[in-house]
């Protein structure tokens, strides 16, 4: 079993950045893959972006490749998500996903855990 807390989600304006973290308790963590996945108002959740389990591989959906960079810590127990260049599209609550498999995913069906989400609201 795996818990997960996300936090740093705020408003912020077109352009500015945004730090979100998730904190996971229970055992293991350093074996999943995690992702970070997004929704917004009357819309489905979407892949953001997934690291594998030792951080060596990452993925990203391609309308926040280049602007977000997600990284882990396994000694922590945290996983990370810095979003730079933000514009309102990116306004969702974004939620953090663990997979009980050492590779990443982009597809939800892959996710084992969730978090409650956090919001972020960027203001144009």
């Known amino acids: 079993q795996v818990q997960l807390v996300e936090s740093g989600g705020g408003l912020v304006q077109a352009g500015g950045s945004l730090r979100l973290s998730c904190a996971a308790s229970g055992r293991a963590f350093s074996t999943y893959a995690m992702g970070w996945f997004r929704q917004a108002p009357g819309k489905e959740r979407e892949f953001v972006a997934t690291i594998s389990w030792r951080g060596d591989n990452t993925y990203y959906a391609d309308s926040v490749k280049g602007r977000f960079t997600i990284s882990r810590d396994n000694a922590k127990n945290t996983v990370d998500l810095q979003m730079n260049s933000l514009t309102p599209e990116d306004t969702a609550v974004y939620y953090c996903?663990?997979?009980?498999?050492?590779?990443?995913?982009?597809?939800?069906?892959?996710?084992?855990?969730w978090g409650q989400g956090t919001q972020v609201t960027v203001s144009s």
């Open positions: 996903a663990a997979h009980a498999y050492y590779w990443p995913s982009r597809h939800l069906r892959d996710y084992d855990y």
